[in-house]
């Protein structure tokens, strides 16, 4: 499996495996990934399917993987040291890297911290974030000990948000993709630019889509769960993109998201409450 290094040095594989949101049929699904080349899995305490995340590692080399998980609880009464533990044990062994979901309002420089400390303390080989764009990225960068190696965002050729890419780029921050292939979008997948650049390669639309990304530097974390489908989805390293062919997808960038936004992710009875739990825990030490 090819990798991209990490600013860290860490190096992790150009392509993950999404996990959300499946459940009962994830350990038989994760077992048909790794036997098709798949070396990075994707999950969050908040897909609540980390347990069977673990169950499907101790069938294969773990290893001979990386796993990252998501710290999401901040909505909850869960702490963070064990919202941690929580996920190590049902993931059966330490996640390789740990992301901070959102910038949740009032938390997220508190949150850090504590992933800092993973980090420092050897818990875990990589810290990142998700769903930061340019202003809070900035916010973290002047404020870390630790700067994060990843920020995982939704990108995909009708949402590319080139302004966090390029920043990222600029500050050895690897972007990885969510939701690359827009969950079926469509307009996307009737593109005709995509369809015309599908049949140079003989490949399908969403096999150019997860090229793209490669070839752009970022790493695309798709979902499947056939057998078909999760082999598909590798059978990307037999040809790469012409200069041309990617500035002919660059072009299709219409701003269409399809998840939710940083922006408007929270509610002000949320960040009411983000307020109050930080100065709870300015209050406790």
């Known amino acids: 499996?090819?990798?991209?290094?990490?600013?860290?040095?860490?190096?992790?594989?150009?392509?993950?495996?999404?996990?959300?949101?499946?459940?009962?049929?994830?350990?038989?699904?994760?077992?048909?990934?790794?036997?098709?080349?798949?070396?990075?899995?994707?999950?969050?305490?908040?897909?609540?399917?980390?347990?069977?995340?673990?169950?499907?590692?101790?069938?294969?080399?773990?290893?001979?993987?990386?796993?990252?998980?998501?710290?999401?609880?901040?909505?909850?009464?869960?702490?963070?040291?064990?919202?941690f533990k929580n996920s190590r044990d049902k993931l059966k062994s330490n996640p390789d890297i740990y992301l901070l979901h959102w910038p949740y309002p009032f938390l997220w420089k508190y949150h850090w911290r504590q992933m800092e400390k993973l980090y420092l303390a050897g818990e875990v080989k990589a810290i990142g974030v998700c769903n930061f764009e340019v202003d809070k990225l900035e916010a973290l960068l002047r404020f870390c000990k630790v700067p994060p190696v990843i920020d995982q965002i939704e990108r995909h050729p009708l949402f590319q948000q080139k302004d966090i890419v390029e920043y990222c780029d600029s500050h050895d921050i690897r972007v990885m993709s969510y939701s690359p292939v827009a969950r079926g979008n469509k307009e996307l997948m009737e593109s005709p630019v995509l369809k015309e650049i599908a049949g140079k390669y003989n490949k399908s639309i969403g096999q150019i889509i997860l090229r793209w990304d490669i070839d752009t530097g970022t790493i695309p974390i798709p979902g499947a769960s056939g057998e078909d489908h999760i082999r598909d989805n590798i059978d990307i390293f037999d040809f790469?993109?012409?200069?041309?062919?990617?500035?002919?997808?660059?072009?299709?960038?219409?701003g269409v998201r399809i998840r939710f936004a940083p922006k408007t992710r929270f509610t002000l009875k949320q960040k009411i409450q983000f307020l109050i739990k930080r100065l709870i825990l300015i209050l406790i030490g």
């Open 1 to 83: 499996m090819e990798t991209f290094r990490l600013s860290n040095g860490y190096e992790i594989p150009v392509i993950g495996y999404g996990t959300y949101p499946q459940k009962e049929s994830l350990p038989r699904n994760l077992v048909n990934a790794y036997r098709a080349g798949y070396r990075l899995f994707d999950t969050s305490d908040n897909y609540d399917n980390e347990a069977y995340l673990g169950e499907g590692l101790t069938e294969i080399d773990r290893n001979d993987c990386v796993v990252i998980t998501k710290y999401s609880r901040s909505m909850g009464e869960v702490h963070f040291a064990d919202a």
């Open 240 to 254: 790469e993109l012409t200069d041309e062919e990617l500035g002919r997808i660059s072009e299709l960038d219409s």
